[in-house]
């Protein structure tokens, strides 16, 4: 029986493919997708536990959810990392939900729900013999120009914070000629960008005898019709020289690496298990500066771990100045059960931690602010990928550098790379508009006249092949 349903996301972008291979499958069996849980008749909640907030605000979210059941009947369904984590001891929390799949079961989310209403209850959290499911989706509209791809699953590094080597296992590299294949049926359906997904891919087919992370790159950058090629998220550990060297030489990969570094503080990387110095990422940074020397760098970073002092904050404030950064998840650390630093005794208080956090956050947004508004009156070459989020008849899309550009356009550019001037900088995104009107000024055809500066850096563009500037 074909049924309505809701599936709400918490967490990274591993969950939100989850969710779309999840809808995905279920679509493909005939069931519809709503988006108002009021609306649906089964309810899935993909769940995170990275950190603590994420999974306060589940359990909130659940409560709403069991007033909804309560009224209509709805299955309720709990898929994602805290589902791992708790397995059937999530029933102490939310007795009420009918079924429960950890990250690698996902696959079976139609039986889970048919299950659940035949036999009561049903819970499955196996690993699938160390196999990763990966799902593709072969059926692209045209909202769909750019796709998750998964190339790996799980991760070794045991940071000593970090829940996810135990939620999703060790890492299992995908085969690369699947990853291939994939990519090349996203391109054939129209997907202009795809976004390589492993929780290090770095380390992709490390010690086995496919091919390596670099190589990876190399093979999809040579697939006709896909024009961007992004990945996340690396570790800088296992940044290797090979990888850096692709920014530069593979014309489709973006200018953009999401490089998490967590602390300037040697002694607390020591402590988190990163196994890198303050120094090692500066260098790193450095080596990828001067391969591409406008290559976007953004990263997450932790205040507030135990044993952090006033000098080591300081350092850690210290790098982001130096290294300015063009964006930054930044959080207070949340102790996680299961992980090493979960016995650490919690040596700043929760007040410091969270005027710690203001400080860096208002630094890092005077510089993230400073470097958009330096690209005003540049022309960058943007990805459309649809109506804008501000509402009103503006689109948006993402620089090579990932920044987002809002802009006046119309729904036939949805798809388009098209070249954009930028107007403003603003301390989230930039406001632009397309440039085909100054080029049809340029053409002697009507339209505005391009000012002179910017003509430069259009003809520079075009020239050198250079997408970005400011
Ligand atoms: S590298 Fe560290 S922080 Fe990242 S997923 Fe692995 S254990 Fe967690």
Not at 128 to 133: K, L, T
Not at 212 to 221: D, R, S, T, Y
Not at 377 to 382: D, F, N
């Amino acid at each position: 029986m074909a049924m309505k349903f809701c599936i709400e996301t918490f967490g990274c972008q591993m969950n939100e493919h989850d969710s779309e291979k999840m809808a995905y499958l279920l679509a493909s069996r005939g069931h519809e997708q709503v988006f108002d849980a009021e609306e649906a008749e089964v309810v899935i909640v993909n769940t995170c536990c990275v950190r603590k907030k994420a999974e306060e605000k589940f359990y909130s979210l659940m409560g709403r959810l069991k007033r909804i059941k309560s009224k209509k009947g709805t299955i309720l369904g709990v898929t994602g990392c805290i589902a791992q984590l708790e397995k059937e001891g999530i029933l102490n929390r939310v007795p009420f939900i009918d079924f429960s799949l950890g990250p690698s079961n996902i696959g079976k989310i139609e039986t889970a729900i048919k299950n659940s209403i035949e036999k009561g209850k049903h819970f499955d959290f196996s690993e699938n013999g160390g196999a990763p499911i990966y799902i593709s989706i072969p059926d692209r509209t045209e909202r769909d120009v750019k796709a998750y791809v998964s190339i790996m699953k799980g991760c070794n590094n045991f940071c000593s914070y970090c829940i996810v080597p135990y939620v999703r296992g060790r890492e299992v590299s995908r085969r690369s000629e699947d990853i291939i294949k994939e990519v090349r049926g996203l391109a054939e359906s129209g997907v202009k960008e795809v976004t390589l997904l492993g929780q290090n891919v770095n380390s992709y087919n490390k010690g086995t005898s496919d091919m390596g992370f670099p190589e990876l790159l190399k093979a999809i950058n040579k697939i006709e019709g896909i024009e961007r090629i992004r990945f996340v998220t690396s570790h800088p550990k296992d940044l290797s020289d090979a990888l850096i060297n692709c920014f530069g030489d593979l014309e489709k990969l973006c200018e953009h690496i999401h490089l998490p570094f967590q602390s300037g503080s040697d002694k607390i990387l020591e402590s988190m298990n990163r196994g890198y110095t303050s120094e090692d990422y500066r260098r790193k940074i450095d080596l990828l500066r001067n391969r591409v020397p406008h290559i976007a760098i953004t990263a997450d970073c932790i205040v507030g771990f135990p044993g952090e002092d006033e000098q080591d904050f300081e350092k850690t404030m210290e790098l982001i100045r130096d290294v300015e950064f063009d964006g930054l998840f930044s959080f207070v650390y949340s102790p996680r059960k299961y992980t090493l630093a979960w016995s650490l005794e919690m040596t700043v208080p929760r007040e410091e931690a969270l005027s710690r956090l203001k400080v860096l956050q208002d630094t890092q947004k005077a510089i993230t602010l400073k470097k958009n508004r330096a690209m005003e009156g540049s022309v960058v070459q943007i990805l459309i990928e649809g109506k804008s989020k501000n509402g009103g008849e503006e689109y948006t899309g993402r620089t090579r550098t990932n920044k987002i550009v809002n802009l006046p356009g119309e729904r036939g550019m949805i798809g388009n790379l098209i070249d954009v001037e930028i107007l403003k900088g603003y301390a989230n995104s930039l406001k632009g508009r397309p440039v085909y009107q100054q080029m049809e000024a340029i053409d002697g055809k009507k339209g505005e006249v391009l000012p002179e500066k910017n003509m430069e850096v259009l003809h520079a563009q075009r020239n050198e092949g250079c997408r970005h500037h400011g």
